[in-house]
């Protein structure tokens, strides 16, 4: 009894801190003063024994375990899945569990998913136009009409225990809560089996991240699988049961273990899975077989299937099948496809000397991919593995996989959706673009590398796109920028400046459904943010050890966002609660202007000096114009007609030096200490040039001030102000700036080479400069009458009395 208590305080103990400094959140109240570094402790949850304040797992972390054995046959004329599968269920936690939640993704497509009832129609919420009609694209009709032709969801039967007693089930959109028979007690094993079966969606036409495409010229299809079976939602620390409806932005939080697969295909297909294939013998050739050890070391991808064979296989229509069995450890998911169309390339990757398992880069792809997937897809996931295992671990798995189908970039353990392909031209070769290379290149290493993020740093994909989609993208722009510079990546903090000013967004920290514009909030923004930590703030050296240890410490394990703040914090012995603060949880933009510079110069207290600089500056100033004038009308001043009316003051100007002046001096050096006295003789033997310079935060986001000094001489110097300069004034600062007597400046510019996303660089200029911009000349077109609608609607009702067909397509054309 004692040690439940004990056991009971200790889990109500970060809940209570927790609520206590909630209400005790500082306020200011006077003044316009806002702490923009302010510490997170407040935001962030509390540190505890499963997750510490050093942002790593704590001495009690815990996470489930599900295994699964999966049997599924694949009906191509019908394009449907049908398939069973038992499930074991570990639980890990503290907590007995009572009933289990699923994910049933495939259940998005139905017409009453939450997901379909959600979809709004005019997501600008901009008024209608009486006078014009409103606009449905033909893919968003086509989309409509197969979702309404085709029977779509899951079909769930016989879920039961693993005495075969059945299961309560009660199905909530894309969940299902299974009710357990019994409690399932910390550290208990569960074990139950069901049977399940859907209909394909033609991705094509519904815009999904698996599915099927249909290939009219040849009549075969490929088929992409993933979300395929009922899987095991994610019970956590920090949320239990992580069952929130799928509504297509969020994507997945899944569980580890292993999976035990048999795909039943047409025996003419090619399988692509996660995991390895277990039953090589029975399924390839002993040519295939043959092949794919040769590719194990080879310079350059050798093909398991030909070009040739494909075109041939494409001409069959079996009606025998084959399974194919593939075992997958220790993986969070498993996705697969299958053709007849596939071309399959392999090439050995040995990572970390020969004690490292070797890693299979394979790609599948049909006739269509050409050369383009030929040279560059495998090469693409091998070189991404280098990257990537540079900043995070090892590749663990024994695959990695580019699969070419109709999913523009998806990520799955082992085995990734890809989609650029080559053009058919009209002599029959194929080509492609430059855009198609870089697309190609491009996300290849963005979806191979989710499987580092979050395939095997498991972040909670449902809740904080930014964890998976931020951390990959900065990344995928490291190796894309060691693959090739020149490509425009869009990593750069430059890339992110339009989105940063606009009206249209949300912070990082925003939940996945919620975000109003995916791809700059949470790939683009987290990734210029982490490449300006590197390349800005920390520096290399100290980054790449935060970002590592990051990795590594969350490898197998599910981080939180707080994980990771904590962790960069911690390893890189830096405080950036600013800048979370700033780039995560605000949507303030960098926008630094420089308004003055100040140029000043050190006062002798010596009269003699002092007074013949103040003359030489009043000399300096412009001639007054009326003096002017009347000089150069030739008019004499009363002085100069009464020569003989003169006095001291005639013949010396007030900057002449008197006795009293030059007493007060010796007074004033008599009463310095010796260091004060040795100080001023210095800076005066020295007599170094003193700016003062005024810059202001004008986007909010306070940032460092990366200044380029140009000296009258030609010479450049980069001086680096910290963003903790605005600690105390986060809207306007001074700072004095001391170069030598030889060094006068000529002018400064704010962050020259765009290193930290400032929305407006013609205010970062002093002197202001010239603004380089362009004029384009063009042909001014004749007017032409406009025609009302009225006389248009006449002109199609007489066209469709006198011809059928040209009414019909005229009314085509006006709805096209």
Excluded: C
Excluded at 59 to 66: A, D, I, L, M, N
Excluded at 71 to 88: F, H, N, P, W, Y
Excluded at 368 to 390: C, F, N, P, R
Excluded at 466 to 485: C, H, K, T, Y
């Amino acid at each position: 009894m004692k040690k439940t208590i004990i056991t009971l305080a200790a889990a109500l103990l970060p809940l209570l801190i927790s609520s206590a400094a909630s209400a005790s959140a500082v306020q200011q109240t006077k003044g316009s003063y806002e702490d923009k570094f302010r510490q997170l402790d407040e935001v962030l949850p509390t540190a505890n024994v499963y997750r510490s304040a050093a942002g790593e797992p704590g001495e009690r972390y815990w996470q489930q375990r599900v295994n699964y054995d999966i049997d599924v046959q694949l009906d191509e004329a019908k394009r449907r899945i049908t398939g069973s599968q038992k499930i074991a269920y570990k639980n890990n936690s503290p907590h007995t569990l009572k009933y289990l939640w699923l994910q049933l993704d495939q259940n998005i497509f139905k017409n009453d998913s939450l997901a379909e009832a959600s979809q709004t129609f005019n997501s600008s919420l901009k008024s209608l136009p009486a006078d014009k009609p409103a606009k449905l694209s033909l893919g968003q009709l086509r989309r409509q009409q197969f979702l309404s032709d085709h029977e779509l969801g899951y079909s769930i039967s016989n879920v039961v225990d693993d005495a075969g007693k059945a299961l309560r089930v009660t199905v909530v959109d894309t969940l299902m809560r299974i009710d357990l028979n019994e409690p399932l007690k910390p550290g208990k094993e569960a074990e139950f089996s069901m049977n399940f079966a859907f209909n394909l969606v033609e991705e094509d036409a519904v815009g999904a991240r698996a599915g099927y495409e249909h290939f009219e010229k040849d009549g075969n299809d490929i088929f992409l699988v993933a979300q395929w079976f009922p899987r095991l939602a994610a019970y956590t620390d920090y949320e239990a049961w992580t069952n929130k409806a799928f509504l297509g932005s969020g994507e997945f939080t899944l569980e580890f273990g292993d999976y035990d697969v048999e795909i039943t295909v047409p025996s003419d297909h090619i399988v692509a899975a996660t995991g390895e294939l277990d039953n090589a013998s029975s399924v390839l050739t002993r040519t295939q077989r043959s092949r794919l050890k040769q590719a194990e070391t080879a310079k350059r991808p050798v093909f398991i299937v030909t070009e040739q064979e494909a075109l041939e296989n494409e001409k069959s229509r079996t009606t025998s099948s084959k399974t194919w069995h593939f075992k997958a450890d220790n993986v969070r998911d498993f996705a697969w496809a299958s053709s007849r169309k596939f071309i399959w390339d392999a090439k050995g990757y040995q990572q970390g000397g020969d004690e490292q398992p070797l890693v299979m880069a394979m790609s599948f792809y049909p006739k269509e991919g050409g050369d383009l997937w030929k040279k560059y897809s495998t090469e693409a996931v091998i070189h991404t593995m280098e990257v990537y295992s540079q900043y995070s671990f090892d590749y663990p798995y024994p695959t990695a996989q580019s699969v070419n189908g109709p999913v523009g970039g998806m990520e799955y353990p082992m085995i990734t959706f890809n989609g650029p392909r080559t053009k058919l031209q009209d002599d029959g070769s194929r080509t492609y673009s430059q855009a198609e290379k870089r697309f190609l290149i491009g996300v290849v290493i963005h979806e191979v590398g989710h499987i580092y993020f979050p395939m095997i740093v498991n972040s909670d994909e449902r809740q904080w796109t930014w964890m998976d989609e931020g951390l990959n993208s900065f990344l995928d722009g490291v190796a894309g920028r060691e693959w090739d510079p020149s490509i425009p990546w869009g990593v750069e903090p430059r890339d992110i400046v339009a989105y940063m000013k606009s009206e249209v967004q949300v912070p990082i920290m925003t939940q996945s459904d919620s975000v109003l514009r995916l791809g700059p909030n949470a790939y683009t923004k987290p990734a210029a943010a982490l490449n300006i930590l590197r390349e800005v703030i920390l520096g290399r050296e100290l980054f790449d050890f935060a970002f590592k240890e990051y990795a590594q410490r969350w490898k197998y394990k599910r981080p939180t966002p707080a994980d990771f703040f904590r962790t960069m914090e911690e390893a890189s012995g830096v405080d950036l609660d600013w800048f979370w603060r700033g780039w995560f949880y605000s949507t303030d933009h960098v926008d630094i202007a420089l308004d003055k510079v100040y140029q000043l110069r050190l006062d002798t207290k010596n009269p003699d000096i002092d007074f013949s600089r103040l003359r030489d500056i009043e000399a300096n100033k412009p001639t007054s114009l009326f003096v002017a004038r009347n000089r150069a009308a030739g008019k004499q001043t009363w002085v100069e007609k009464n020569p003989d009316v003169t006095d001291f003051y005639d013949e010396n100007d007030r900057f002449t030096v008197t006795n009293k002046e030059r007493n007060a001096y010796q007074k004033f050096i008599k009463g310095l200490e010796p260091w004060e006295r040795k100080t001023l003789e210095r800076a005066l033997k020295e007599d170094k040039n003193y700016y003062v310079m005024e810059f202001s935060n004008l986007g909010g986001l306070v940032m460092p001030i990366l200044l380029e000094l140009t000296y009258a001489d030609g010479s450049k110097e980069d001086r680096y102000l910290p963003a903790e300069i605005w600690r105390r004034n986060h809207k306007q600062v001074q700072k004095l700036i001391i170069t030598d007597k030889d060094k006068p400046l000529q002018s400064v510019s704010i962050d020259p080479r765009w290193e930290t996303a400032d929305v407006d660089i013609e205010n970062n200029n002093y002197p202001r400069r010239i603004i380089p911009s362009r004029i384009e000349v063009f042909k001014k077109k004749k007017s032409k009458a406009k025609v009302s609608r009225d006389i248009m609607q006449d002109i199609k009702t007489e066209l469709k009395q006198d011809d059928p067909k040209d009414g019909e397509k005229a009314n085509t054309e006006e709805q096209q």
